[in-house]
């Protein structure tokens, strides 16, 4: 089992910034992806940013160049660091661990998540 524990998010100016962390506990060595994913209102949750272990991010095109995601195996946690805020980035942001362990196959693990509000 894993646990993911989200901290950060709030309510933030258009052209802002924010940062959002997420660490994992438990079976930490079984997780092979993070990531993180956000669901608006109204609307179907969608995918943000992956970062697997030992590889590259990979970014939805809709925050390309403004949303980084630094992953930090030593501590295992990782970051979304979220910069130019739009209020189309209004959402409830999850963080999202895919693990593989034998006796589980593998599994999907979510954060809590949480609020993230760009308004004047």
């Known amino acids: 089992q894993v646990q993911l524990v989200e901290s950060g998010g709030g309510l933030v100016q258009p052209g802002g910034s924010l940062r959002l962390s997420c660490a994992a506990s438990g079976n930490i060595f079984s997780i092979y992806t993070m990531g993180w994913y956000r669901q608006a209102p109204g609307k179907q949750r969608e995918w943000v940013a992956t970062?697997?272990?030992?590889?590259?991010?990979n970014y939805a095109d809709t925050v390309k160049g403004r949303f980084t995601t630094p992953r930090d195996n030593a501590k295992n946690t990782v970051t979304l660091q979220m910069n130019s805020l739009k209020p189309d980035d209004t959402a409830v942001y999850y963080c999202?661990?895919?693990?593989?362990?034998?006796?589980?196959?593998?599994?999907?693990?979510w954060g809590q998540g949480t609020q993230v509000t760009v308004s004047s």
């Open positions: 970062i697997p272990r030992g590889g590259s991010p």
């Open positions: 999202n661990a895919q693990a593989w362990d034998s006796d589980n196959g593998s599994s999907d693990y």
